[in-house]
């Protein structure tokens, strides 16, 4: 039996319970959300020492009881996560739009007027899932919205997120394609809107810029600059923010309009600073469960 057949077999009771899950009401599942609490911190630990050494080094300054408190306040936060990204099965435009709001929308229009493609940065914040729904808050036909995103190892959970994060008719690319799938964007003459993950911990073999970030010496990503610069796309970040639970508002900020004229790495510095400011707004609800700072600089000189 192929194993793509036998994930399926395997998964499907998952399947129909999240489908079953999904058509729940919000306030129900966020009461779900509470139940899933306990286990997954208190029994499974969910890489939960992982979650302590990243807050102990990214605040220094705070006491044992802050940080675990901040602890707590992420897993909690996590599970809303988990649940509200199962509700992206069965939820509607209006609830979405309700839960979802976006400010400065003006200035994608404007750039789509001009025939501009751009070029969205954002970081596993808030509920970063339900980001894609941008496109419904936008006025300019024949567009094309694209997302970036890794291949999970697991296929079937693969196929079930790339469902997901099409909901609301973005396309998805997986890393390896980004330049030669941007470029076909590009050539096609339409303007696009791409959305780049930023925060993550570069592999050995892409670390060429370092940042201040969270009281730490960190590598950064730089493809997506590189990008920015061959094309010309305008540079938007996206700044979430946690109105109350369940409901978010992402305002469009401009980081760089034309990438060329500009310093190398700036774009890239300008994005670390505007993301650790929306981070340490709430800092509770990043995603701390990836091992961020594996790597010293001193180990890559040079960079």
Known sequence: MKKETLQNIVYSPLHLWFKLHAILPMRILYILSDILYFPLYHIVHY?????SENLRKAFPDKTDKELKQLEQKFYHHFCDYIVETIKL??????????????????????L??????????????????????????????????????????NKWFDRFFLKLRSRFGSVCIAKQDTLRAILQMKR???????????????????????????????????????IARKTDFAVLYFDVEIVK????????????????????????????????????RNPWAWLWTHKRWKYKHEDFPGT
């Open 47 to 51: 890489r939960k020492k992982l979650v």
């Open 89 to 110: 099965m069965h939820i509607s435009d209006e609830e979405m739009r309700r839960r979802m709001k976006f400010e400065q929308v003006e200035i994608i229009d404007r």
């Open 112 to 153: 789509f007027a001009e025939n501009r493609s751009i070029i969205i940065l954002l970081g596993h914040f808030g509920n970063w899932e339900w980001v894609p729904s941008v496109t419904l808050w936008t006025h300019t036909p024949d567009v094309m919205f694209a997302q970036i995103y890794r291949p999970l190892k």
């Open 188 to 226: 096609s003459g339409k303007p696009s809107i791409t959305g780049f993950m930023s925060d993550q911990t570069p592999s050995p073999t892409n670390i060429h810029h370092w940042a201040r970030f969270l009281s730490q010496d960190s590598p950064v990503l730089t493809g997506f600059e590189k």
């Open 245 to 280: 639970r369940g409901y978010y508002k992402t305002t469009i900020r401009e980081i760089a309009l034309r990438p060329n004229e500009l310093p190398e790495f700036e774009i890239t510095d300008r994005y670390t600073a505007i993301m650790e400011k929306t981070i340490l």
